[in-house]
């Protein structure tokens, strides 16, 4: 069932929403070569906790941490770890969610560790434009297929391919709601959109080939030729006469922007 929410409690999902962004953007002051996933993890936590909301990543169907931390080839749902560092030229997916007064956001974006080549800057650039083209299509009478059409015509006239395994989702009250927000799809088909539905939407595109498999902790899915891949996230409200972004990445790009 997709749950319709009031425009009061859009407001508060929003709160949550940029709460988390600005999470990101905390953990993104750190991001240099030679640091850790599990100190960026902590760092994020912190963040949310002092903000007087709890990470609703943690313990979530036993994951272990509050942010999913994912390097390069790995697509989503990377473990963080004190054995995991950083390099000069790599890439890495932060996803993260926070309940905030009982109201639950879902928010990622991927950052870059020093320089990395052009082709990399490009993927980061498409797939970023893709979300944003998807948010576009959360309006009332659309369909759940615009969204995923949106998406993928982007990224595979750019050269790349859509990971197809995961997918976006329903979000606000529970973390994982009804409907799936599949990157693909054919327009005029799926759900119909209707005012008050709140999604996540979060392109995962690869480099290479969309074909993935997963690493032996269960929860990690990484690009089956190695080559790597970008991930980000929003959530937004769907509106009557356009889309309602409720995330922002406004805080997390000045400080890459400073840096």
Known sequence: MILLKTQEEIELIRKSSLLIGKALAEIGKYIKPGVTTAFLDRIGEQFIRDSGATPVFKGYDGFPCAFCISINDEIVHGFPSDNRFLKDGDIVSIDGGANLNGFISDSAYTFTVGEVNPEITKLLKVTKEALYLGVEKCVEGNRVGDIGYAIQTHVEKNGFSVVREMCGHGVGIRLHEDPNICNYGRPG???????????????????????????NDGWTPITKDGKVSAHFEHDVAVGKEKSDLLSSFEEIEKIINTK
């Open 189 to 215: 088909t799926g759900p119909l959109l209707k005012a008050g539905m709140v999604f996540a939407i979060e392109p995962m595109v690869n480099i290479g080939s969309r074909n993935i498999k997963f690493i």
